[in-house]
């Protein structure tokens, strides 16, 4: 995963990252979203980068494309909850999300 072009020029251009980022965010009056950021990554423009790395293994007669996708929707509404619950918290911030398959050893 390190080897990967793309995540290092992240990590090369950030101010901060931080790996394992814990959060608790409060979305209602009844209703609490907690969570672990695999890898959150500050940008000198103030971004946030948003990673989830994935190790799900291709199944039984399913492409590369395939899988990807099905990360991409099994796995998106949860990188939406975390956008929103940083968005909340640190208001103003830009905030893109990302799903990393190491099985894949790219973004998808």
């Given at each position: 995963?390190?080897?990967?072009?793309?995540?290092?020029?992240?990590?090369?251009n950030?101010?901060?990252?931080?790996?394992?980022?814990?959060?608790?965010?409060?979305?209602?009056?009844?209703?609490?979203?907690?969570?672990?950021?695999?890898?959150?990554?500050?940008?000198?423009?103030?971004?946030?980068?948003?990673i989830?790395?994935?190790?799900?293994?291709?199944?039984?007669?399913?492409?590369?494309?395939?899988l990807?996708?099905?990360?991409?929707?099994?796995?998106?509404?949860?990188?939406?909850?975390?956008?929103?619950?940083?968005?909340?918290?640190?208001?103003?911030?830009n905030?893109?999300?990302?799903?990393?398959?190491t099985?894949?050893?790219?973004?998808?």
């Open positions: 995963m390190l080897a990967n072009g793309e995540l290092q020029e992240l990590c090369r950030a101010v901060w990252f931080q790996p394992e980022f814990p959060f608790s965010w409060p979305k209602a009056a009844r209703e609490w979203c907690e969570g672990v950021i695999d890898l959150l990554i500050e940008m000198t423009d103030g971004a946030l980068y948003v989830d790395w994935k190790t799900n293994q291709v199944a039984l007669n399913e492409s590369a494309e395939q990807a996708q099905h990360l991409r929707a099994q796995y998106l509404p949860q990188l939406e909850t975390y956008r929103e619950a940083l968005q909340n918290m640190m208001a103003g911030r905030i893109e999300i990302a799903i990393y398959s099985v894949l050893g790219r973004f998808v």
